[in-house]
């Protein structure tokens, strides 16, 4: 079966390149900050315009460093708040990751600041009473602040499945990182694999899902 360009492949919708078309709602996030960065090591928090993420606004998000591992929203889409259930703003990324997950978030948050590097998750939400697994990807791309310093985080979360009534949280299942400045190589490095048994390929990303509302801190 076919829609436009795209193929139905098992469910999932396969575009013709072989990748599926919910995948790049991420790469198109990559992308966009790619293009603000230019041929520099990481773009300014400042040069991050809406306009330009039209149609992926409701999957992105800004972080702040706190300390360490540890960044606090500044800016999340709709479609994180209808994931958590919580108002977001002020909260930390790891709200939405369960207990067994976090030292690997704090672990790739760390590299993102410090290396820095682009991290991409393969993640899930595991299934429950009343509601089904959720298969996705996560994104986290560097940002510096007004004064300077890589403390800011360009993000986006895309999962594939029906959320549900009740809060959902994440499970890490994979994540590769591509350092910026050469200290992992030039290619992306496999880091962690987690044991969830999610019963489905890792590349699973959710499709537009058109949410365009913010929820703001101002910086």
Known sequence: MSTGGDTFKDGNIISMQGRPARAQQ????????????GNRLV???????????????????????????????RIAGSHLSELSGLELRQMPLSALVLPG??????????????????VRMDIASPSGIGRGQLHGE??????????????RVLGGIVLEGKIGRQPRRIDILSQTRRSLTGFAGAAPVAVQQAGLDTHAPNTNRNPNRGHLRLVVSND
């Open 43 to 73: 773009p300014s928090r400042c040069e991050i315009d809406p306009r330009g993420m039209e149609g992926l606004l409701g999957h992105a998000f800004i972080l702040e460093r706190i300390a360490g591992g540890l960044a606090r929203f």
């Open 101 to 118: 997950s976090r030292e690997l978030l704090s672990d790739a948050l760390t590299a993102v600041f410090d290396e820095p590097s682009v």
């Open 26 to 37: 991420i790469d198109r996030i990559e992308h966009y900050w790619n293009t603000v960065r």
């Open 138 to 151: 996560l994104i986290l791309l560097p940002l510096r602040s007004d004064l300077g310093d890589v403390d």
